[in-house]
């Protein structure tokens, strides 16, 4: 009796390995181990004195370089998703704060990634001097740039099916992805919102993940 009752057991916990084997895993998953994820973060070399303050704001020490970086690291893919030693992941970048080059800058209260899209920002009040403009007013007598590094002017379509993909900046294929964005001396004593999203599995073909992360800077001397 003894040993029919050990030999259940062990049928059991045979059963329990078949139903969480790392096949299954990769089913619903492109990443090794099963979960992916990412870590982003302000270069502290590229900006001495930068750090994250237990609310998990950075920031950002002007360093007279006019720029400062972010770098990060996201888990690897399986080897399905590797085409020749290159993994098929993409980083982009966007954020809540603008700039003219006239020096005029704002963020947008409630953004997300895409946020000009995603939250109807073409409509939205822009207080310039003791006027208010919208973004596609002030885009007919200048140009706009985003903190992540991409640019909106009298020309951009924003009904062309590509639109979205034009308002953020990349990294590509790589664990390691890094983004340089401009910093000023105009920006400081000022917040931005950075969002960040991760494409694992870029190709589409096959499992896909994607992961969205967000990182607040204030900007210092």
Known sequence: MLKLK???????????????????IKDDCPCVDGNCDAAFYIDAVQN??????????????WSGLHYF?????????DSEYVVNGVPLIETGYDSNFFYTPTGITWTYPLYSYLGVFSNNNLSNPIPVGSGTYTLPQIVG???????????????????HPAAKTMLQTYSKYT??????MLFHQGMIGKTADIYIRVLFNSDFSGVTQERVYKLTVKFEQ
């Open 48 to 61: 001495p004195g930068s750090y994250q303050d237990p609310q998990g704001v950075w920031h950002v020490k």
């Open 6 to 24: 050990n030999l259940f057991l062990v049928f059991l916990l045979g059963i329990s390995f078949i139903s969480c084997t790392p096949e299954d």
């Open 141 to 159: 007598d200048t140009s706009v740039s985003n903190l992540a590094g991409y640019q909106i002017n009298r020309y951009f379509n924003f009904n």
């Open 69 to 77: 970086r972010i770098k990060g690291q996201t888990d690897q893919l």
């Open 175 to 180: 664990y390691t992805p890094v983004q340089q």
